[in-house]
């Protein structure tokens, strides 16, 4: 079996549940649940016996050597991390805690583990590391995109944090040879996107009729890539990667945030009119004809990177993986998706979220 962390997050969830519908081999998945980890995503697993949920955390040393002993993965798939940008600039301490000294424990478990290995499997071990691109910093307009081997200049506790759990990857390929492989890859969105992230915020406030936060003039760029696209790219590198080597993952779609919002806009009203529904401004209480009229330009975020972008060249070389999905059919699928699924949106607007909301965007900055 293989063992995944952070299984129940956005992009963990999705990769378990793409493994499961397309191998038969058994999945570990260990979530400390956390604000964004939700079991509703792993609903249609409850009955199967490929999917063994562990409800813990990836720090406890003690819960790590026993998982490693009793049911002794062949690779460790590692999503687990406080992942939002936003949080991290509030609270960088959950950050450390998690994706510097929880990598580390679950390398020191991986290591101890792999070392009693019998050779041929110690050779067939995989220790997969998902990464970001936030770790090589920012770039300017005219700057070619980062590829594997761009300098790490983070900026956010959150890229600091990751940047270090990169490190710490290498440095145990490095020094002990554990046969690691890491990805770093661009904005992901697609089903079970937290409604913290960007796009899933603008569709949930959008159907709210909410005001839509767009950070500073807007024109900060991303590389976005379909969530599914994402998880096939890293069952390709913990199939075939070559041990010790980064994989930069892409979707070779460079959009300005403000366009992103407008695309989303343009697609709630063709897909669920605010009229037909009676949607109102929630601030002038007037009806609203269309979602654009919602957006909102407000303070940006401290130490905002200005642009990303991803050369996705040495996997699609190496490894012959590509993205399946344009930018144009993967937002579809997410606008529709969203549509679809009310319930889940609902029951994730809890009393943390609400709280969440509040701090980041109606109170005054400190
Ligand atoms: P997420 O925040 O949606 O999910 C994180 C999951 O990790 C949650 O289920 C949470 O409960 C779990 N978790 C958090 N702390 C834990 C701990 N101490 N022990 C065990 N489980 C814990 O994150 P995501 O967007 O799905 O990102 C997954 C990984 O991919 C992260 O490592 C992130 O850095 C990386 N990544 C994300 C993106 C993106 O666009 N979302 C892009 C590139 C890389
Ligand atoms: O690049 C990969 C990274 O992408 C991942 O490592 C992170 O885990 C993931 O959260 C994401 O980070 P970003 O900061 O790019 O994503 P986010 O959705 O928070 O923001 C995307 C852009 O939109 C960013 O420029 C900030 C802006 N934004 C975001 C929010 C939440 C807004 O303008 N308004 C908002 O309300």
Same mark, same amino acid.
């Given at each position: 079996?293989?063992? =995944?962390?952070?299984? %129940?997050?956005?992009?963990?969830?999705?990769?378990?549940?793409?493994?499961?519908?397309?191998?038969?081999?058994? *999945?570990?998945?260990? /979530? %400390?649940?956390?604000?964004?980890?939700?079991?509703?995503?792993?609903?249609?697993?409850?009955?199967?016996?490929?999917?063994?949920?562990?409800?813990?955390?990836?720090?406890?040393?003690?819960?790590?050597?026993?998982?490693?002993?009793?049911?002794?993965? @062949? #690779?460790? =798939?590692?999503?687990? %991390?406080?992942?939002? *940008?936003?949080?991290?600039?509030?609270?960088?301490?959950?950050?450390?805690?998690?994706?510097?000294?929880?990598?580390?424990?679950?390398?020191?478990?991986? @290591?101890?583990?792999?070392? /009693?290995?019998?050779?041929?499997?110690?050779?067939?071990?995989?220790?997969?590391?998902?990464?970001?691109?936030?770790?090589?910093?920012?770039?300017?307009?005219?700057?070619?995109?980062?590829?594997?081997?761009?300098?790490?200049?983070?900026?956010?506790?959150?890229?600091?944090?990751?940047?270090?759990?990169?490190?710490? *990857?290498? #440095?145990?390929?490095?020094? $002990?040879?554990?046969?690691?492989?890491?990805?770093?890859?661009?904005?992901?969105?697609?089903?079970?996107?937290?409604?913290?992230?960007? &796009?899933?915020?603008? &569709?949930?406030? %959008?159907?709210?009729?909410?005001?839509?936060?767009?950070?500073?003039?807007?024109?900060?760029?991303?590389?976005?890539?379909? =969530?599914?696209?994402?998880?096939? #790219?890293?069952?390709?590198?913990?199939?075939?990667?070559?041990?010790?080597?980064? $994989?930069?993952?892409?979707?070779?779609?460079?959009?300005?945030?403000?366009?992103?919002?407008?695309? =989303?806009?343009?697609?709630?009203?063709?897909?669920?009119?605010?009229?037909?529904?009676?949607?109102?401004?929630?601030?002038?209480?007037?009806?609203?004809?269309?979602?654009?009229?919602?957006?909102?330009?407000?303070?940006?975020?401290?130490?905002?990177?200005?642009?990303?972008?991803?050369?996705?060249?040495?996997?699609?070389?190496?490894?012959?993986?590509?993205?399946?999905?344009?930018?144009?059919?993967?937002?579809?699928?997410?606008?529709?998706?969203?549509?679809?699924?009310? /319930?889940?949106?609902?029951?994730?607007?809890?009393?943390?979220?609400?709280?969440?909301?509040?701090?980041?965007?109606?109170?005054?900055?400190?």
């Amino acid at each position: 079996m293989i063992l =995944v962390t952070g299984g %129940a997050g956005f992009i963990g969830s999705n990769f378990v549940l793409q493994w499961h519908a397309s191998t038969t081999e058994p *999945v570990l998945n260990l /979530d %400390a649940l956390t604000y964004a980890g939700n079991m509703e995503n792993l609903r249609s697993l409850a009955d199967s016996s490929r999917h063994v949920f562990v409800h813990g955390d990836i720090t406890d040393a003690t819960l790590l050597e026993r998982l490693f002993a009793e049911h002794r993965p @062949r #690779a460790v =798939v590692h999503f687990a %991390a406080e992942s939002h *940008v936003d949080r991290s600039i509030h609270g960088p301490e959950a950050f450390v805690h998690t994706n510097v000294n929880g990598t580390f424990r679950l390398l020191e478990a991986a @290591r101890a583990y792999w070392n /009693d290995l019998a050779a041929e499997e110690q050779q067939a071990f995989r220790f997969l590391h998902v990464s970001t691109d936030e770790v090589y910093g920012t770039l300017g307009p005219a700057d070619p995109a980062f590829t594997e081997t761009t300098p790490y200049a983070p900026n956010s506790p959150y890229s600091a944090s990751k940047a270090a759990s990169d490190h710490l *990857v290498r #440095a145990y390929h490095h020094t $002990y040879g554990l046969p690691t492989l890491t990805t770093n890859c661009s904005n992901n969105y697609g089903p079970y996107h937290f409604p913290e992230k960007l &796009i899933p915020l603008m &569709i949930v406030n %959008a159907l709210a009729g909410k005001p839509l936060p767009v950070y500073g003039d807007g024109q900060q760029i991303r590389d976005w890539l379909y =969530v599914k696209d994402h998880c096939s #790219a890293i069952r390709r590198v913990l199939e075939a990667g070559r041990t010790g080597e980064t $994989y930069n993952v892409g979707g070779w779609n460079e959009k300005a945030n403000i366009d992103i919002v407008h695309t =989303v806009c343009a697609l709630l009203d063709e897909l669920a009119p605010a009229p037909a529904r009676h949607v109102q401004h929630s601030v002038t209480g007037k009806p609203l004809q269309r979602y654009a009229e919602l957006i909102t330009h407000v303070a940006d975020r401290p130490g905002h990177d200005r642009r990303y972008a991803i050369d996705a060249r040495k996997i699609e070389r190496e490894l012959g993986w590509k993205p399946a999905e344009t930018f144009e059919t993967g937002i579809r699928k997410t606008v529709r998706w969203y549509l679809a699924n009310q /319930d889940w949106v609902a029951n994730v607007q809890n009393g943390s979220y609400r709280d969440w909301i509040q701090r980041q965007y109606e109170e005054p900055r400190e």
